[in-house]
């Protein structure tokens, strides 16, 4: 009678396969943003990307900024579900006049 089982002292080697499940980003590099030598007088674009507190530490640095520049304003930056600026959205924050951004991030 034949039996599937294996006969003890037999020697078996399982193959284990490990895939990445991170798909590959596919975006061009874009040189690092100039210094800001003034902020007086500017709008600042606050960046969140939905990680706890993020939202928490991003209000606090406005707060911050607010007491020691003049006539500052903010606007609250999101990318949507998948996290991810792309080349349009970054145009998109620099038609708006945005003069820097600030970001947070964190697990």
Do not use: C, H
Request: proline share 6%; hydrophobic share 35%; glycine share 4%.
């Amino acid at each position: 009678m034949a039996s599937n089982q294996p006969t003890e002292g037999a020697n078996f080697q399982t193959r284990l396969r490990v895939l990445n499940p991170v798909v590959a980003r596919k975006f061009k590099p874009m040189p690092p943003a100039k210094r800001v030598d003034n902020l007086s007088k500017s709008k600042i674009g606050l960046y969140w990307n939905y990680k706890k507190n993020g939202d928490v530490a991003l209000n606090r640095v406005k707060k911050l900024l607010t007491e020691r520049f003049q006539d500052l304003s903010f606007e609250w930056l999101e990318t949507g579900p998948v996290n991810e600026a792309t080349e349009e959205w970054f145009e998109n924050v620099r038609q708006r006049e945005i003069k820097a951004v600030i970001a947070t991030t964190g697990d």
